[in-house]
């Protein structure tokens, strides 16, 4: 359980934990070399279910939203960016932001991920297009820029280490 740590000292811990476990008692694989069946990749997906469910379940009731908004992804998203879509949360919350907005994007996130996968169906290949001129573009439904979709908007997986925005002075976290 998490506890007075942080959301990073916390997953640390897990980290750590998990692979202690590892070390101890490996994943098991087919040795035969002839196996066409997947069944080291399903063992590993379900390894990575059981961490990710390990982590969230770990969470104080604080989280519980974002715990929920996490768990409907689909599909279910890697820990690390659970544990991105959680921290941006905490940072979040440490600098005072209307926690209720945060969420309500969130689910809006998730609502639009679940919107633009249905759309292959219709061939948009997972791109929300509406009104960007035919060009092919993907728009991000979540802050409305032309060039990414929602799953990959920094805005909601966090900006990596050294990113610089342009023209705007970027905020130490």
């Not at 005072?96 to 994007?105: D, K, W, Y």
């Not at 292959?120 to 929300?128: C, E, I, P, S, V």
């Not at 991000?140 to 990113?163: A, I, M, Q, R, T």
Request: glycine share 10%; hydrophobic share 35%.
């Amino acid at each position: 359980m998490q506890g007075d740590s942080t959301i990073t000292s916390f997953f640390t811990g897990l980290q750590t934990a998990w692979d202690q476990l590892l070390n101890f008692r490996p994943l098991p694989c087919c040795a035969c070399g002839k196996c066409n069946c997947g069944v080291n990749d399903k063992i590993t997906s379900f390894q990575h279910q059981d961490l990710l469910m390990q982590f969230l379940n770990g969470l104080n009731e604080a989280y519980s939203q974002v715990r929920t908004q996490i768990l409907m992804m689909e599909p279910i998203p890697s820990i690390d960016k659970a544990f991105s879509l959680v921290i941006q949360e905490e940072r979040q919350k440490a600098l005072g932001f209307n926690v209720n907005s945060s969420v309500e994007s969130t689910a809006l996130a998730v609502k639009n991920q679940g919107f633009t996968q249905s759309s292959n169906f219709f061939g948009n290949a997972g791109k929300n297009v509406k009104g960007n001129g035919g060009k092919g573009r993907p728009i991000c439904s979540h802050c409305g820029k032309v060039g990414h979709v929602v799953e990959k908007c920094y805005k909601l997986v966090g900006f990596p280490p050294g990113y610089k925005q342009k023209g705007k002075i970027s905020m130490a976290n």
